[in-house]
């Protein structure tokens, strides 16, 4: 079992790469098998392999065992832990435009009672 800190950094490790985003938003719609996910794409069936590798690594997808079918499925459990972990920085922001956004209208007010 990884910590939590090693999932993150598989799951952003994961997400690094575009083309296994892209995978990750076809997998949303549905399993898919390797020749599916690897027809938008002009790389070899060895790299989509190991991007698939990465990504079920990562816990972002589950190959199924399906003879020579193997479909592979979305896991969303990485990406709500990563969700998770970016809102608290995401409040923390939000917190700092607000006050931001509050001096900048005390500013603002000052200058028309000059």
Do not use: C
């Not at 698939?52 to 003879?67: D, P, S, T």
């Not at 459990?77 to 700092?96: C, F, G, I, M, V």
């Amino acid at each position: 079992m990884h910590s939590k800190a090693d999932t993150l950094s598989l799951t952003f490790g994961a997400l690094s790469d575009p083309t296994r985003r892209a995978m990750l938003a076809r997998l949303a719609q549905g399993p898919a098998t390797v020749k599916e996910l690897a027809a938008p794409f002009s790389i070899s069936l060895p790299a989509i392999t190991k991007h698939l590798k990465v990504l079920e690594r990562a816990g972002l997808i589950e190959r199924g065992r399906e003879a020579q079918w193997r479909p592979a499925q979305l896991q969303a459990a990485p990406l709500k832990h990563a969700s998770s972990w970016l809102d608290t920085y995401r409040q923390h922001w939000e917190e700092n435009f607000d006050r931001l956004d509050t001096y900048l209208h005390n500013i603002q007010k000052e200058n028309r009672n000059d």
